[in-house]
């Protein structure tokens, strides 16, 4: 469960490239059986990221390198006129409106992008030829007055294991093309000559020169996200693999992608291949839905382990408050003879999984089964550090993740614990029944939670540092089944993040 938040972000960018794709993908006949990841995109969430499709678009037609037009007419009394226009650029740009559609009939995304406008300045040289020879010898400053409608058909495919939608099918419509020359704006006998026979070649040169751009900002964004994703689901040698399991899927009211989920450390790797995941386990009323797999979670906390990441020392206040849960005659002569009247500023407490946490999933939440070991020592001055308890216990504890305030949120709802191993300097025997008894009631009332609340504590910054707080996530939800998890959630887009992208990119 406390690794949902972090997959959240990864899996969500996936979809959010455009990029031209090659050759599509190929997967088995039983795709869905080797999935433990999928990310479900509904309309809701479509339309809202739609809102930054703009941003991409002006990027685009601002970043926009228009090669010279050239062309040659002949005109009746002139002879041949021969015209180029150079140094293109576009200012003043808006656009009135976006809107998107999902057509599961073409498997496709329309996006309508309405009234662009735009002023396309630059300078117009004009002569006329002989039929031996070209002579150019007049030039004026121009611009362009543009009205377009901006047509996008995205299709999602598969392209070396990745969600690569295919945003070559762009298409144009003018308008309003109108040319002014130095700035007059009432028609002239220059104007007139040049307007009709231009606007021709220069409507097809702003169509190829725009959607390139369009595509070529796309797939910037694509590495951009892609890069982003990839490093959200690493932490150091583990690494979640995001490619896909099957081809991405586009309905009316949602776009889905399935996704590989198995954890990848060192030079081990684990494997799925008896995924419980079905279409049906989703559903439409949420802006983005996460179904994760049992066996990605298992494979996370197995990586973990292995890594030496499941350890936890405590000192000072919060030692305290562990051994200080309540204010007690026996509590106090209990902790008075562990630590044999030492300072908590001078003692330390390591808490470590002895075995890989084994995880499942259930209604009541995620289940827990771990074998753990805790010391405490006390550091004298001068002198190796005196063990001053030592236990080892089969802990089973359930847990509830919640995510709010940009914070995740663990809490143990059910815990047993079983002590196997017991030494302490001041319980010899191990039959102090006043010793055994704080013990037993500490970890299960201050212990368990404290170390759970640590664990939620770190995997917030480390979900954070991946810039997953740059999210706003509304109303998320948890929700734990048999085998699987699905975090449903709306949110808002951080524009920004994009904005500052593009920025230094372009």
Same mark, same amino acid.
């Given at each position: 469960?406390?690794?949902?938040?972090?997959?959240?972000?990864?899996?969500?960018?996936?979809?959010?490239?455009?990029?031209?794709?090659?050759?599509?993908?190929?997967?088995?006949?039983?795709?869905?059986?080797?999935?433990?990841?999928?990310?479900?995109?509904?309309?809701?969430? =479509?339309?809202?990221?739609?809102?930054?499709?703009?941003?991409?678009?002006?990027? =685009?037609?601002?970043?926009?390198?228009?090669?010279?037009?050239?062309?040659?007419?002949?005109?009746?009394?002139?002879?041949?006129?021969?015209?180029?226009?150079?140094?293109?650029?576009?200012?003043?740009?808006?656009?009135?409106?976006?809107?998107?559609?999902?057509?599961?009939?073409?498997?496709?995304?329309?996006?309508?992008?309405?009234?662009?406008?735009?002023?396309?300045?630059?300078?117009?040289?004009?002569?006329?030829?002989?039929?031996?020879?070209?002579?150019?010898?007049?030039?004026?400053?121009?611009?362009?007055?543009?009205?377009?409608?901006?047509?996008?058909?995205?299709?999602?495919?598969?392209?070396?294991?990745?969600?690569?939608?295919?945003?070559?099918?762009?298409?144009?419509?003018?308008?309003?093309?109108?040319?002014?020359?130095?700035?007059?704006?009432?028609?002239?006998?220059?104007?007139?000559?040049?307007?009709?026979?231009?606007?021709?070649?220069?409507?097809?040169?702003?169509?190829?020169?725009?959607?390139?751009?369009?595509? =070529?900002?796309?797939?910037?964004?694509?590495?951009?996200?892609?890069?982003?994703?990839?490093?959200?689901?690493?932490?150091?040698?583990?690494?979640?693999?995001?490619?896909?399991?099957?081809?991405?899927?586009?309905?009316?009211?949602?776009?889905?992608?399935?996704?590989?989920?198995?954890?990848?450390?060192?030079?081990?790797?684990?494997?799925?291949?008896?995924?419980?995941?079905?279409?049906?386990?989703?559903?439409?009323?949420?802006?983005?839905?996460?179904?994760?797999?049992?066996?990605?979670?298992?494979?996370?906390?197995?990586?973990?382990?292995?890594?030496?990441?499941?350890?936890?020392?405590?000192?000072?206040?919060?030692?305290?408050?562990?051994?200080?849960?309540?204010?007690?005659?026996?509590?106090?002569?209990?902790?008075?003879?562990?630590?044999?009247?030492?300072?908590?500023?001078?003692?330390?407490?390591?808490?470590?999984?002895?075995?890989?946490?084994?995880?499942?999933?259930?209604?009541?939440?995620?289940?827990?089964?771990?074998?753990?070991?805790?010391?405490?020592?006390?550091?004298?001055?001068?002198?190796?550090?005196?063990?001053?308890?030592?236990?080892?216990?089969?802990?089973?504890?359930?847990?509830?993740?919640?995510?709010?305030?940009?914070?995740?949120?663990?809490?143990?709802?059910?815990?047993?614990?079983?002590?196997?191993?017991?030494?302490?300097? =001041?319980?010899?025997?191990?039959?102090?029944?006043?010793?055994?008894?704080?013990?037993?009631?500490?970890?299960?009332?201050?212990?368990?939670?404290?170390?759970?609340?640590?664990?939620?504590?770190?995997?917030?910054?480390?979900?954070?540092?991946?810039?997953?707080?740059?999210?706003?996530?509304?109303?998320?939800?948890?929700?734990?089944?048999?085998?699987?998890?699905?975090?449903?959630?709306?949110?808002?887009?951080?524009?920004?993040?994009?904005?500052?992208?593009?920025?230094?990119?372009?």
């Amino acid at each position: 469960m406390c690794w949902a938040g972090r997959i959240m972000l990864g899996t969500f960018s996936i979809l959010l490239g455009l990029v031209h794709a090659a050759a599509a993908c190929e997967f088995g006949p039983f795709p869905y059986r080797g999935t433990g990841i999928v990310c479900r995109m509904t309309k809701p969430a =479509a339309l809202l990221l739609n809102q930054e499709i703009a941003q991409v678009i002006q990027a =685009a037609f601002r970043n926009a390198k228009f090669p010279n037009v050239t062309g040659e007419r002949s005109m009746r009394l002139l002879g041949r006129v021969a015209y180029a226009l150079s140094d293109i650029q576009v200012n003043d740009l808006s656009i009135e409106r976006s809107e998107v559609e999902l057509k599961e009939e073409d498997g496709a995304i329309h996006i309508s992008i309405r009234n662009v406008t735009a002023l396309f300045k630059g300078t117009l040289s004009y002569g006329y030829t002989g039929a031996w020879f070209l002579q150019l010898f007049h030039s004026v400053d121009f611009e362009i007055e543009s009205s377009i409608d901006l047509q996008l058909n995205i299709n999602l495919m598969c392209q070396k294991d990745r969600v690569a939608p295919d945003a070559s099918d762009c298409y144009l419509t003018f308008h309003k093309l109108t040319l002014h020359l130095q700035g007059d704006k009432q028609p002239g006998w220059l104007k007139q000559l040049f307007t009709d026979f231009i606007s021709f070649t220069l409507k097809l040169v702003l169509k190829r020169e725009v959607c390139k751009e369009i595509n =070529a900002v796309a797939q910037m964004l694509t590495n951009f996200v892609i890069d982003l994703a990839a490093n959200f689901v690493r932490d150091q040698d583990i690494v979640v693999d995001i490619s896909l399991a099957s081809d991405p899927v586009i309905k009316a009211r949602y776009i889905e992608s399935h996704h590989k989920g198995t954890v990848l450390y060192k030079n081990s790797s684990s494997v799925l291949s008896d995924s419980v995941f079905s279409p049906s386990l989703l559903t439409e009323s949420r802006m983005l839905y996460f179904w994760l797999s049992e066996h990605s979670f298992s494979s996370l906390a197995a990586a973990a382990f292995l890594d030496g990441q499941l350890v936890l020392n405590l000192r000072g206040e919060k030692l305290q408050e562990l051994f200080e849960m309540e204010d007690t005659e026996v509590q106090r002569k209990a902790v008075q003879r562990i630590f044999q009247g030492t300072s908590y500023n001078d003692s330390v407490a390591k808490v470590w999984s002895l075995t890989q946490p084994q995880i499942s999933f259930q209604p009541e939440g995620t289940v827990v089964r771990s074998s753990v070991a805790v010391e405490v020592s006390i550091l004298l001055a001068g002198e190796e550090p005196l063990v001053a308890l030592y236990m080892e216990k089969e802990i089973t504890v359930t847990i509830q993740a919640t995510y709010a305030e940009k914070k995740l949120i663990l809490q143990p709802v059910d815990s047993s614990v079983e002590i196997k191993v017991f030494k302490c300097t =001041a319980d010899p025997s191990g039959e102090d029944p006043s010793i055994q008894s704080f013990l037993q009631n500490m970890i299960l009332v201050a212990g368990i939670p404290e170390v759970t609340s640590s664990i939620g504590s770190a995997l917030t910054s480390l979900m954070n540092s991946k810039r997953l707080d740059l999210f706003d996530i509304i109303n998320p939800e948890i929700i734990t089944r048999k085998g699987y998890v699905i975090v449903q959630l709306d949110f808002g887009f951080p524009n920004h993040l994009l904005l500052n992208f593009l920025e230094k990119s372009l």
